[in-house]
Structure formats: structure tokens, C-alpha cells
């Protein structure tokens, strides 16, 4: 175990204190939300006035207007690590009024997600987390940030190849494949206090874990019987269920939101294809996808969409079904690799090789999001 490695940089505000009150909540469910902010006052208010207005633009909600043209306007003041957030409607009636206290980012990112959830209804991104494949060290290594890139660190100094990062859907563990012991084997990281275990060693390969909705257990691909197959592992009693019994090899699982059913890539008809199973054993039944070549599913929170890659025109591209009509559609292409979706189900992040690129599925809007980190690639997102 390599804890010392591992320590300074795992200290990670990942918990910060928020709010003591209950937020005055009227939800008022819509997109395109005419939104003004005002200059936060206080000691940090320009941080983070700088945060919260990046925050809200990448939550694509909301179209930021000049002050006195809003719906709403965004306001607040801050001192000694707390923020007064408020918003108000245009006849000055309070929606939401809310004490955060933690770091200037941190409180910018909690008062988006109220924000957010206030006055759409939906899911905030702001305070989630993803890490991430990058050759920046010379090897592969894993990394983490925030959701937008900032505050970016090392995770592991392995010295070997280190793959297949899965966050957990609360950001305390980190999953992945290493090769410490010669072999592909899973790794578990306790975020908060740095401590490593190596969780499935099986003879053969252990690869791509992916954290059931509970995070209480894992799916993987284990090849001990011969074939890789697709494996359920429990975390507390490190019990493992087989799922799959084909000729072909099975790949990138991934959950439905209520851990009923896991989709996954086979080429056990010749072709990667998509394929759902219940989770808890069962047949499978392969996903109409028409596409040839389909890797990489994620499942949205949601549950009313599965992205994944396809394969088409000398490169990849991502692809969205619709779990309810059956319907796909391509929404990125040309090098767009590894889709997760973000917690707000609005969001896919995807590596294009060189770095992280931020889609907004409704839109087709992107943002870099990470850059100049060598090859950077499998990008995971906590929810």
C-alpha cells in the first residue's frame, strides 16, 4: 500500500460544512430561466462571484442576463468562509434563501446546485467530482477534479499502468484496475483517509469496476474461469456472483439508477454489441441499438438514456438511446470517447484523446474541461 503517497493529496475537500438552515424552496420547473447576478459582497465575494457565475453557465439552465432583466436575481454576501446566498423573483418575494459555510469554491458550487434545484426542478452538477486517465506523469495514471476541471491532482504514483477509474456515486471511493502485482487487479481507495486495498485479485484479469447506485457493490470483468465474464462483487462480505456464461468477452457494466439491471458491451455475436441483465442473475437480451459496433454504455441517472460509442467513419462517436421509445440518436463526434453522464442527466463528459470535453446533450454545446495532461482518457463522474 502506498498511503503515504497518497495522503497529501487525498485530503481533498470533498466534505465541506454546508448549510445549517433549511432553504426557502419553491421549485419552478422550466429551462431557459431568465437569471441576473449580482456582484457577491464581502471579503471573498469575488471568488466566489467567479465560481457561481461558471457554475451557472455550465449548468445550462439558465440564460444569464443584464441586472434588472432577470426572472431572478442571484446575490449574496460573504465573510470568514460563509455565504449569505438569496435569490429573489422579479417582485422581490424570496425563492430560496440559504447559509453555506466552507471554502469560497465549495460554497459557490453548494448555492448553484439549490439554485439549480429551485427553480428547474432538476439535479445540480456543481459539487460533483470526476477523475480521469492522463499520461501527464509518463505512465497512466489516475486523477481527479472537480466536475469543471479545476483543482485538478494525482491520485495514484503507481509507476505502472493504472486504468479504469470508477468514482462511487458519493466521491468517497475510488475503484480501478492496477498492475502493481504484475496482473490486472481491482484497487480500493478510500478518498477521505487515503487507505488502498486491492479488493479483487482473482487468477487471470480484473477490470472495469463500475459502483452499483448504493455503492455497496461492483461490477467487473473477471476472466479466473477463462473467458472474461461479467461479475457482481459485494464490497462488505467481498462475495462474487457470475452473471455471464458466453463465448465472447464482456466489457464496460454499468447500472440502471435503481441497480436492478446492468448493461454491458459483448462481442459474443461477432460484433461489440450492447446487452442488458438483471443484476442479480439472469438471461440476457441484447440492447436494439442500429449500430454495428456499440462499447462504452453509461446509464443516466435518470434512467431514461444509455450513451455509448459507436464506431463509424474512421472514429468514434457517442450515440444516445432512448431506454422508453427505443430511439438513438448521434449527439458528439470525431474522437469522442468514454461518455459518463453527469448527475444532472443533462450532461455527457467524454475524452476526445488530448483532454475532457463537457456536452450539453440538448444543446450540442461543448467546453474543455481538462487539457494538457498528455493523453487523457476514461473519464469517470460521481452522481
Known sequence: MKTAALVGILLLPFLSLVAEETPTITIRKGEGVNLSLQSIGGADGAAVSKVLKNDLELAAWFSMVDAGKGGYVVSGNTTGGVL?????????????????RGSARDNAHHFTNDIVETLTGNKGMATSKIAF???????????????????????????????????????????????????ADIYLIELGSGARNRIVKFP????????????????????????PELYVISLGIMGAHRLTHSRGAESSPSWSPDGKEIVYCS?????????RIPSGGGNPSRVQTGH?????????????????????GGGFSIAILDTQNGSTRVVGSGNAENPTWGPDSRHILYSNGSGLILLDVPTGHTTNIVSGLGKVTEPTWSR
Open 267 to 275: 462481442d459474443d455475436a461477432g460484433s461489440p454489441q450492447l446487452y
Open 204 to 227: 487471470g484479469t480484473n477490470s472495469g469496476a463500475s459502483f452499483s447506485p448504493d455503492g455497496g457493490r461492483i461490477a467487473a470483468m473477471v476472466s479466473k474461469d477463462g473467458n
Open 133 to 183: 486517465v492522463s499520461t501527464h506523469s509518463g505512465k497512466k495514471e489516475i486523477y481527479m477534479a472537480d466536475y469543471d476541471g479545476a483543482n485538478v491532482n494525482q491520485l495514484t504514483r503507481d509507476g505502472v499502468i493504472s486504468v479504469s477509474p470508477a468514482l462511487s456515486p458519493d466521491a468517497r471511493k475510488l475503484a480501478y484496475t492496477g498492475y502493481q502485482s504484475g496482473y
Open 84 to 100: 449569505e446566498g438569496k435569490v429573489v423573483d422579479r417582485g422581490g418575494s424570496t425563492v430560496l434563501s440559504k447559509t453555506y
Open 292 to 312: 454495428n459496433y456499440c462499447t462504452e454504455p453509461d446509464w443516466s441517472p435518470d434512467g431514461k438514456r444509455i450513451a455509448f460509442n459507436v464506431r463509424g
